[in-house]
């Protein structure tokens, strides 16, 4: 199974991977999370943020993740995924692929501004730090309109957005298991 953890900068994606990851885990389910941020610092940094660089970035996220999934490993893909076409190919592509949709107010997300971007993209024009392509502010993002999974990290805490997909994700292992179980 592959989940694909999308939303905006700061919405909440590594932390609830990660906690899922910690619970999956515990129960021994194995699990990888794949963060794009860190691909992209660790075997990517030939992409940019150009909408095409963004294709090339999931195509190769979602290839590694399939490996991953092939072999029985629960793999969550965080990334912003901003275009509706470059999640729709991950479902064409690959097997059992679920859209998470983590959601979160733009102004709650330029108040948390985890990273400072929030900040750089609303520096004035020519200013050496400014940000000029972040998604949600001076770039688009699409958001999912039928997503299999709907969190809003403002309106519900940690604890309960992990709750929230941790609860999805064992729910479709177990239909996925008695669709395999049935052939
Ligand atoms: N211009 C711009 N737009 C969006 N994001 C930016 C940008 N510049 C840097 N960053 C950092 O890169 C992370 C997003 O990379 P992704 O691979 O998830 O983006 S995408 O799916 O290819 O659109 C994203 O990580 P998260 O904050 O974890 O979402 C940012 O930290
Ligand atoms: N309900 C919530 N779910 C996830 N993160 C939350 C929530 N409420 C507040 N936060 C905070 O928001 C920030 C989200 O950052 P992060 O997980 O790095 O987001 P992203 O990976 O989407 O950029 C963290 O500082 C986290 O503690």
């Not at 999370?33 to 992409?47: K, S, T």
């Not at 999934?69 to 901003?82: D, E, K, R, Y």
């Amino acid at each position: 199974m592959i989940i694909l953890l999308c939303g905006l900068s700061g919405a909440g994606k590594t932390t609830l991977a990660k906690k899922i990851k910690e619970n999956l885990n515990r129960v021994e389910i194995q699990t990888e999370v794949i963060d794009a941020d860190e691909y992209r610092q660790q075997l990517f940094p030939d992409l940019k943020y150009s909408k095409d660089d963004r294709f090339e970035n999931i195509r190769r996220l979602g290839f590694i993740a399939n490996k991953f999934s092939n072999l029985g490993i629960v793999t969550v893909i965080s990334a912003i995924m901003p275009y509706e076409a470059m999640r729709s190919q991950l479902i064409d592509n690959y097997d059992d692929v679920k859209v998470v949709y983590v959601d979160c107010p733009l102004p709650i997300l330029k108040a948390r501004d985890t990273k400072g971007l929030y900040h750089k993209a609303q520096l004035p024009d020519g200013h050496p730090e400014k940000v000029c392509n972040l998604t949600g502010v001076n770039d688009p993002f699409e958001a999912p309109v039928t997503p299999h999974l709907y969190i809003n990290t403002y309106t519900h805490n940690i604890t309960e957005c992990t709750g929230m997909l941790l609860t999805f994700i064992q729910q479709e292992r177990h239909l996925l298991n008695r669709r395999y179980i049935a052939c």
